[in-house]
Nanobody, 113 residues
Framework: VQLVESGGGLVQPGGSLRLSCAAS????????MVWYRQAPGKERKYVAE????????IYADSVKGRFTISRDNAKNTVYLQMSSLEPEDTAVYFC???????WGQGTQVTVSS
């Protein structure tokens, strides 16, 4: 199993970023996929999840209305579109198969002026 996150960077408050997670080594469409984030010195926290074919979307209250999770099963990729970013969104973002405990290296998102 391999999960490779990308798309992070430095963005000003109010800005947008789109994260990607390319998956391999398993049948992607068999799994719900989840985004988590970990801020410096804090525990990893749930951000959003998406069902196998994208019909079910769930978000943490802290990102609801600002972030959108999506997936492309033909590309084995899950996305996280982030808008109206706030300094509190600064973290390393990880994707994972739901309930499987596998992780990529993460991608750093820094929101700062």
């Amino acid at each position: 199993v391999q999960l490779v996150e990308s798309g992070g960077g430095l963005v000003q408050p109010g800005g947008s970023l789109r994260l990607s997670c390319a998956a391999s080594g398993f049948t992607f469409s068999n799994y719900y996929m989840v985004w988590y984030r970990q801020a410096p010195g804090k525990e990893r926290k749930y951000v959003a999840e998406i069902s196998n074919f994208g019909r079910r979307l769930i978000y943490a209250d802290s990102v609801k209305g600002r972030f959108t999770i999506s997936r492309d099963n033909a590309k084995n990729t899950v996305y996280l579109q982030m808008s109206s970013l706030e300094p509190e969104d600064t973290a390393v973002y990880f994707c994972s198969r739901k309930g499987r405990g596998d992780w990529g290296q993460g991608t750093q998102v820094t929101v700062s002026s």
